[in-house]
């Protein structure tokens, strides 16, 4: 069975910084894009950030330049480090990994950013 872990969520101050984790098991990432989602109650899944097999990232405007992601496949995992926290950044992160025949998601890390 396919497995995404996210981890590193939390309670943090605004400006702080998490660094998330999402460790698969189950598939091999190396040759698999892979990309983090946030939803916040209320609100519409969105795409924060993703990452090519080749290491191209892209990022959504309102985490450019505060978010990076990036992968180790030796570690079969993908990383989100987020830095200079705003509280609109409060929402679940999910972590997704695009298979050859259907997307695999993770079950989600909580962020709350207080001010």
């Known amino acids: 069975q396919v497995q995404l872990v996210e981890s590193g969520g939390g309670l943090v101050q605004a400006g702080g910084s998490l660094r998330l984790s999402c460790v698969a098991s189950?598939?091999?990432?190396?040759?698999?894009?892979m990309a983090w989602y946030r939803q916040a109650p209320g609100k519409q899944r969105e795409l924060v950030a993703h990452?090519?097999?080749?290491?191209?990232?892209n990022y959504a405007d309102s985490v450019k330049g505060r978010f990076t992601i990036s992968r180790d496949n030796a570690k079969n995992a993908v990383y989100l480090q987020m830095n200079s926290l705003k509280p609109e950044d409060t929402a679940s992160y999910y972590c997704?990994?695009?298979?050859?025949?259907?997307?695999?998601w993770g079950k989600g890390t909580l962020v709350t950013v207080s001010s």
């Open positions: 997704l990994s695009r298979g050859v025949a259907m997307d695999y």
């Open positions: 189950g598939i091999i990432i190396s040759s698999n894009a």
């Open positions: 990452i090519s097999s080749h290491g191209i990232t």
